[in-house]
């Protein structure tokens, strides 16, 4: 099985089509179809099913590719290893839920730049559950979760810092002037809430679950600044981290709620698989990370 088949395989499946596939590669499109058939014969089954000009992976091709991707890596890794430049260089793909891309990625995204910029780096932003998935598959060097803490027998899993989550509402709503919140205070609440599948979401609702609490109704955003917005604008109230809400509150935009937080337990975490190999450029990225999770726990944390 040649590894240049498989190359032209996974571009053909993310290009979705053999035209894309073979500009992207510089190869003419006889030659992208030829090598695609050769590995279907190897195989003995179809990996494409062409509908007119449209391509789709077959049961089997969906099998193939996180395989392909897997052996690409590695021999990106073995050319890696064996220079004698250990500069560090290549490609690092990173995961990352929206509100991690957005208020802890940045500064080390920064500052890995500016030392490392050979470096290309591709952030994919996703769900938990998924990206550890995409780990276990080689989909994703390294990702970033927000997650209750869960330990994984094939998963280095390291906790940076455990986050505090805001109950939120606008300032002018009535809750925003009691001095505490209890559960049976949300009750008939519209709870504007992060897509389904998000650990704190679940937490949150199961809090509410174990008080009896029965809230009016979930609006449910992919988007944290839409929740804000809609916050602000009177719509419901929501729970978010607070490192998402820090400037609206801040500029009282937003008002915080006092309840009680241990209800919630969720931490910022780095995971990798136990087998990656630890090339140079994702070393250096890790050390970063370590270097300003110091810093997130010494300035803010939950109690």
């Known amino acids: 099985m040649e590894l240049r088949h498989l190359n032209t395989f996974k571009v053909v499946a993310e290009m979705r089509g053999f035209t894309r596939a073979a500009e992207l590669l510089g190869y003419a499109q006889s030659s992208v179809t030829a090598q695609i058939q050769a590995l279907e014969e190897e195989l003995g089954t179809p990996l494409f099913d062409r509908l007119g000009k449209k ?5 089997a091709g969906r099998r193939l590719l996180p395989f392909a991707q897997e ?3 590695l021999q990106a890794s073995v050319k890696e290893v064996i220079h004698t430049d250990t500069t560090p260089s290549g490609t690092l793909t990173i995961g990352a839920i929206e509100s991690l891309a957005a208020y802890r990625l940045p500064a080390i ?3 890995y730049k ?5 470096v290309k780096i591709i952030l994919k932003p996703s769900v938990c559950w998924e990206m550890r998935n995409q780990v276990r598959n080689g989909e994703l060097d390294l990702a970033f979760v927000l997650d209750a803490e869960v330990e994984a027998p094939d998963l280095v899993t390291e906790k940076l810092v455990r986050e505090r989550m805001a109950l939120i509402a606008p300032p002018d709503h009535p809750l925003a002037a009691k001095e505490w919140i209890e559960a049976k205070d949300l009750e008939n609440e519209t709870l504007l809430q992060t897509e389904t599948g998000c ?6 609702e199961q ?3 174990r008080y009896g609490v029965v809230h009016s109704g979930n609006l449910e955003f992919w988007n944290i600044e839409a929740i804000k917005n809609c916050v602000m604008c009177d719509i419901g109230i929501s729970f978010l981290p607070m490192i998402t809400v820090e400037s609206e509150l801040k500029d009282q935009k937003l008002a915080l709620l006092q309840w009680d937080e241990t209800a919630v337990q969720v931490a910022t975490q780095m995971v990798y698989h136990k087998a990656k190999w630890m090339s140079p450029a994702l070393t250096e990225f890790i050390r970063i990370v370590r270097k300003h999770a110091e810093g997130w726990r010494s ?5």
Request: charged share 15%; proline share 7%.
């Open 55 to 59: 391509v789709v992976l077959t049961e």
């Open 71 to 73: 052996m690409l890596k």
């Open 109 to 111: 995204l920064q500052e």
């Open 114 to 118: 500016k030392l490392y910029p050979q």
């Open 199 to 204: 650990s704190y979401r679940m937490q949150f």
């Open 207 to 209: 809090y509410l679950q």
């Open 299 to 303: 300035s803010y944390s939950s109690p």
